[in-house]
């Protein structure tokens, strides 16, 4: 059988690179850069935060852009080019010339991020068999997880030979991983005869897509605060310093490899409900101990399993999508474009309001993890819901 060849996993290899490169490098390598961007003097304080956000303002016009771009360049093609401009943004960013510099090359690898979360596994899942796409979901999202992980472990090697060198070092391990993949990414199955190519799903299932869209937006307002402030919670919120903040930093990142194939995996042999019930119950435990707890064990259990849930999720919801569109390949592309762009936009909102909450309640982070365990709850209540609907209306 031809999905049995070498071919998928190639494809899905791929993905993975891709997920590292625009997301996991992209992203999250630069949360630790922010103390010795400051310290160097590259930039002032106000202007490092700023910058920060120039990758989420990016990854949300990559959300927006995906499907047109591919539309008149192909998916293929696209992806290629969009590990090579990440790539690029890394090299460009080992010259500090100014700010206005370093925010358009951080915006672009923000767009680069979000035009590969668009495009990525919709490009490679229909070359999977139907039973493995829950696993192959998790594989190709592995990156980001590896991208968290590395930033905690990697990073500090690569810091001690100078930022130049750190940004030099990061885009030459972008570059040789979006070579190494360059020739793996799928062509476009033929459509089939007599399809639509940009079918709607059918109009019964309109309504679980917004629900879906609704979920996912507060998935993205319910991880962000551990997202953002795990580490200075325990530095600071809990006085146990910077050393204690890193170990538990890495400890996320290790959560996070885990969550993608771990979550992919359940999808498959559970059901992609069940599984988001399973994995929004554990989120919910994790942060109730994050609140009540001062022990190093049970927090550093927590943290694990909070870094689990933000790529987790990914091939969760590309399952729910696909389940609520009935396999209609161009459906399932424009509902997960949708998606990412509702979770960008959602993320970046929640980023800055849960900032702002932290300075004008004097440094609360508790109250900041309870209402994003609130979010994740009212997320949970529409997955026990959504069932019985749907068991309603086919009887």
Not at 313 to 323: A, D, F, M
Not at 344 to 353: K, N, P, R, S, V
Request: aromatic share 10%; net charge positive; proline share 6%.
């Amino acid at each position: 059988m031809q999905s049995d060849s070498p071919a998928p996993m190639r494809a899905i290899f791929a993905g993975l690179c891709a997920s590292l490169v625009g997301i996991g490098l992209a992203r999250f390598a630069y949360t630790p850069l922010i103390p010795p961007l400051i310290e160097a003097k590259w930039f002032a304080a106000d202007d490092v935060l700023f910058l920060s956000a120039a990758n989420l303002v990016g990854y949300l016009a990559g959300a927006l852009a995906g499907r047109p771009l591919a539309q008149r360049l192909s998916a293929r093609l696209t992806l290629q080019l969009m590990m090579a401009l990440a790539s690029l943004t890394f090299f460009a960013c080992a010259i500090p010339v100014s700010v206005s510099w370093f925010f358009v090359w951080r915006f672009l690898s923000g767009l680069s991020g979000g035009i590969i979360m668009v495009l990525a596994a919709t490009s490679i899942l229909p070359h999977v068999p139907p039973q493995r796409r829950g696993m192959a979901s998790g594989m190709i999202f592995l990156g980001v997880g590896l991208g968290i992980a590395g930033s905690g472990t990697v990073l500090p090697q690569l810091l001690s030979m100078g930022l130049t060198q750190t940004w030099i070092g990061l885009g030459a391990m972008a570059l040789a991983l979006t070579v190494m993949s360059w020739t793996w990414w799928p062509h476009p199955l033929p459509a089939a005869p007599g399809a639509a190519a940009a079918a709607p799903p059918p109009n019964g299932h309109a309504g679980a897509l917004r629900l879906l869209y609704l979920q996912y937006a507060l998935s993205a307002v319910g991880l962000v605060p551990m997202m953002i402030f795990i580490v200075d919670f325990i530095a600071r919120g809990l006085g146990w310093g910077a050393h204690d903040a890193a170990l538990f930093w890495v400890l996320y990142g290790l959560g996070a490899v885990i969550g993608p194939m771990l979550y992919g995996t359940m999808a498959d042999r559970l059901g992609v409900h069940a599984t988001s019930v399973l994995s929004l119950l554990g989120q919910g435990a994790a942060i109730a101990v994050l609140i009540t707890s001062r022990q190093h064990f049970a927090l550093a259990l927590a943290t694990f399993v909070l870094g689990t849930f933000p790529p987790g999720i990914v091939p969760v919801y590309l399952g729910k999508i696909s389940q609520a569109v009935q396999g209609n390949a161009a459906a399932h592309s424009a509902a997960w474009s949708r998606s990412t762009t509702i979770f960008a936009l959602m993320q970046a909102l929640a980023g800055y309001g849960s900032s702002w909450l932290l300075s004008a309640s004097n440094g609360n982070h508790r109250l900041l993890f309870t209402l994003a365990a609130g979010a994740l709850l009212l997320c949970m209540l529409a997955d026990l819901i959504t069932p019985r609907r749907e068991s309603a209306t086919t009887k």
